[in-house]
């Protein structure tokens, strides 16, 4: 792996890693095609869909009393597995859950209340790994929300993973259907003989999941499009190089557009972790996967002049996943806004809240986390304010209230307040 210094980039280097784009761009007009098929087709062209891209003939598109069953079958070992991330999760996301208040603003009683949606959509990624780890992710957060229904999609196989199976019932969905990729977003934003229609649809894909997001944006709402996965390990002199080529590897082996990136201030430390990456890449599983997320144009290990331009980078780069393996972490992390998910010390490996920490892993990437952040219990609830005024309060407003209705030459409004002194 190449260590290459901050200062040295161009402008196409530095294009190339601040605006990650999720690649929905190429895919996005077979997309289109796709979702208008399924509004109109239904079940029909989810089969035909599951037959051509997935090369799998799909019977009964509802899975749910498979999970269930999966469930029940699992090895002792992985269903504890399981349950131990799942309370984790639930219990993260139990501290999310915000109140209804209602104040007192001198005869203005004011406040917000917040109710779950009624139906949400959960993706599960499926296709070349299995994903149990998304499904707690995407239902944990919707049923501790309270959300009414939880319809989940999950790629069709000749055989369906047992342990995403199982996690999709331990987490609690209330339906389960075997369709992937574009197809299954269109089935869940429109609905069809089958499948539920819902009022907002989470989840991570690949990009034309992603892009099939984009184009029913609008008619359902969507948590946000994100596009492969991302760290980045910002690293001082007293971090230990095996364990940020570690980050980086398991990050790599996510997917082939997958960016990995170290920072660091200390050239002995960059040149050991790209020495420790290079001797442990013949060693992977999925080292092709792994070899394309390392030549990606957005990874690579970085050498700064100082410790406040490497956080600078950090910051600049706003990363899904950022690793901060230092002396004084915290101070660092209060020079850095915008990430995903942070994760603090070397004994915090991004595996951690990958898997069983408790906090989400469907984050914003592609810099998305200069803007918003990932996903939570907010996702599925809606607010309301309420409010309530007194004789006194609303005569104490009047003036104010009838001077900016006629200013914008709204007299009704001005008159609905003077009716009530009349």
Known sequence: ME???????????????????????????DVRDIVERVRDEGDVAIRDFSREFDGVEVGNLDVTDAAERAHEELDDDLLAAIRTAADNVREFHERQVPEDWRDDFGGRELGRRFRPLSRVGVYVPGGAAAYPSSALMGIVPATVA???????????????????????HEAGADAVYSV??????????????????????????????????????????????????????LADETADPSFVAADL????????????????????????????????????????????????DASGVFLARSM????????????EHLSIQADDDEALLDRIDSAGSVFLGPFTPVAAGDY????NHVLPTGGGARRFGGLSVETFLRSTTVQRLDRDALD??????????????????????RRRFE
């Open 308 to 319: 406040p331009e490497a956080v600078l980078f950090a910051e600049e780069y706003a990363a």
């Open 396 to 417: 104490d407003l009047s003036g104010t209230i009838t001077t900016l209705a006629e200013a914008e030459g709204l007299t009704g409004h001005a008159e609905s307040v």
């Open 249 to 296: 590897l398991a990050q790599a082996e996510h997917d082939d557009h997958a960016s990995v990136v170290a920072v660091t201030a200390d050239a002995e430390l960059a040149e050991a972790v790209a020495d420790e990456v290079d001797a442990r890449l013949p060693d992977c599983d999925r080292r092709e996967t792994v070899e394309a997320a390392l030549a990606n």
């Open 3 to 29: 260590v290459r210094d901050i200062e040295a980039l161009g402008p196409a280097d530095r294009r190339a890693l601040f605006e990650r784009d999720a690649g929905v761009d190429a895919v996005r007009d």
């Open 180 to 233: 992937g990729g574009a197809q299954a977003v269109a089935a869940m934003a429109y609905g069809t003989e089958t499948v539920t229609a819902v009022e907002k649809i989470v989840g991570p894909g690949n990009r034309w999941v992603t892009a099939a997001k984009a184009e029913v944006r609008g008619d359902v709402e969507i948590d946000f499009l994100a596009g492969p996965s991302e760290v980045l390990v």
């Open 146 to 168: 309270g959300v009414d229904h939880v319809v989940v999609t999950t790629p069709p196989a000749e055989e369906l993973n047992p342990a995403t199976l199982a996690a999709i």
């Open 356 to 359: 069983a920490s408790g906090t």
